[in-house]
């Protein structure tokens, strides 16, 4: 799973179907329409409308290329890995070549106009290659790189496309797209558990006393309650670490990325609001919160603090994997519900 399980606009050319279908037939040979029709619906809006025609269309490739990689590597039946192997030659011939499966083609004239390189989109192949291989994370660090390959490229790619991805702006962009990795583990716990996988660190569940049996109930008890109201404030601080590169930013995508945070703090809330128990579902927001979010949001990084804090976080951004989290935890407890 990466952050590229997010809401999806209207497509270029309409509506194309009911969000949540199955991809018809062989996954790479899918058309891009396929891969966005079969999309699920999630927390923010990847291309909304107030962005120019060109600028949408560019973000439309490149979430047709992450959802077809999450749904090879999340959905497909047979040789997975090889499936990934199968789609990475393709995409490497972007740079050095003629592409020939649809969704790669559809990819190849952002990449080129927009001048992108090829590691953000072989990190998002390699993310889905890792959740083939490993189930598990025994730390919040090694969670962390996990996130490098499966969240931080979108951003990358997304700065990319509008010329802008300097080193402080990417820093902080990385913030943004890790907490919201994190969000959506937090509310699809139930989920990823069903697909045979925990994004929840062991040395956390260790911590508060959860056993994996206890993440497989219908309803959280108070220590899995607790565990993830964790995760939402160690969610919450890295998302607000990130968020001063909405005030680096200008025009339109100023209100693109305050919605991604808004998103962001929007689902947090959803969880909160539910009480921490997202054993039964992953808890969502209505949309008109969302928009409250990304409005607080768009116009709090115009004040003189938010300015402020902009340009301090040019240079003051420390490292996020710092052996053990940002958020000290609480001594291991042992035993479970």
Same mark, same amino acid.
């Given at each position: 799973?990466?952050?590229?399980?997010?809401?999806?606009?209207?497509?270029?050319?309409?509506?194309?179907?009911?969000?949540?279908?199955?991809?018809?037939?062989?996954?790479?040979?899918?058309?891009?329409?396929?891969?966005?029709?079969?999309?699920?619906?999630?927390?923010?809006?990847?291309?909304?409308?107030?962005?120019?025609?060109?600028?949408?269309?560019?973000?439309?490739?490149?979430?047709?290329?992450?959802?077809?990689?999450?749904?090879?590597?999340?959905?497909?039946?047979?040789?997975?890995?090889?499936?990934?192997?199968?789609?990475?030659?393709?995409? !490497?011939?972007?740079?050095? %070549?003629?592409?020939? +499966? *649809?969704?790669?083609?559809?990819?190849?004239?952002? &990449? =080129? @106009?927009? $001048?992108?390189?090829?590691?953000?989109?072989?990190?998002?192949?390699?993310?889905?290659?890792?959740?083939?291989?490993?189930?598990?994370?025994?730390?919040?660090?090694?969670?962390?790189?996990?996130?490098?390959?499966?969240?931080?490229?979108?951003?990358?790619?997304?700065?990319?496309?509008?010329?802008?991805?300097?080193?402080?702006?990417?820093?902080?962009?990385?913030?943004?797209?890790?907490?919201?990795?994190?969000?959506?583990?937090?509310?699809?716990?139930? !989920?990823?558990?069903?697909? %045979?996988?925990?994004? +929840? *660190?062991?040395?956390?569940?260790?911590?508060?006393? &959860? =056993? @994996?049996? $206890?993440?497989?109930?219908?309803?959280?008890?108070?220590?899995?309650?607790?565990?993830?109201?964790?995760?939402?404030?160690?969610?919450?601080?890295?998302?607000?670490?990130?968020?001063?590169?909405?005030?680096?930013?200008?025009?339109?995508?100023?209100?693109?990325?305050?919605?991604?945070?808004?998103?962001?703090?929007?689902?947090?809330?959803?969880?909160?609001?539910?009480?921490?128990?997202?054993?039964?579902?992953?808890?969502?927001?209505?949309?008109?919160?969302?928009?409250?979010?990304?409005?607080?949001?768009? +116009?709090?990084?115009?004040?003189?603090?938010?300015?402020?804090?902009?340009?301090?976080?040019?240079?003051?951004?420390?490292?996020?994997?710092?052996?053990?989290?940002?958020?000290?935890?609480?001594?291991?407890?042992?035993?479970?519900?």
């Amino acid at each position: 799973m990466t952050t590229s399980d997010a809401k999806i606009g209207t497509p270029p050319g309409g509506p194309m179907g009911t969000p949540g279908a199955p991809l018809p037939g062989d996954a790479l040979t899918s058309s891009p329409q396929d891969v966005l029709r079969a999309a699920s619906a999630e927390n923010f809006t990847v291309s909304p409308l107030i962005l120019p025609a060109r600028q949408r269309q560019h973000l439309f490739a490149i979430y047709g290329f992450a959802r077809l990689v999450d749904d090879i590597g999340d959905e497909a039946g047979g040789d997975r890995l090889a499936l990934l192997d199968t789609l990475e030659a393709d995409l !490497e011939r972007i740079w050095g %070549g003629t592409p020939t +499966l *649809p969704v790669i083609q559809a990819l190849a004239p952002t &990449v =080129r @106009e927009c $001048d992108l390189g090829p590691e953000p989109f072989r990190r998002l192949v390699a993310a889905n290659r890792q959740d083939q291989l490993v189930t598990r994370y025994d730390t919040f660090d090694d969670l962390l790189r996990y996130c490098t390959l499966s969240a931080d490229p979108v951003g990358h790619m997304v700065l990319g496309v509008f010329g802008i991805g300097t080193p402080d702006r990417v820093a902080l962009s990385d913030r943004i797209c890790t907490a919201l990795q994190i969000v959506e583990h937090v509310q699809d716990v139930a !989920e990823d558990l069903a697909a %045979g996988r925990i994004y +929840l *660190p062991r040395e956390d569940l260790d911590s508060f006393g &959860v =056993r @994996e049996q $206890d993440l497989a109930r219908r309803t959280a008890g108070p220590a899995v309650q607790e565990l993830i109201a964790f995760q939402v404030l160690r969610a919450r601080r890295i998302l607000d670490e990130g968020t001063p590169l909405v005030g680096l930013v200008s025009g339109r995508l100023r209100l693109v990325l305050a919605g991604f945070v808004g998103g962001g703090r929007g689902a947090l809330d959803a969880v909160e609001r539910a009480g921490c128990d997202v054993l039964g579902g992953a808890p969502t927001a209505p949309k008109p919160r969302i928009a409250r979010y990304a409005l607080t949001v768009a +116009l709090a990084s115009v004040t003189p603090a938010a300015r402020r804090a902009a340009r301090s976080a040019r240079v003051a951004l420390p490292p996020l994997v710092t052996g053990g989290g940002i958020i000290t935890k609480p001594t291991g407890r042992g035993g479970g519900e």
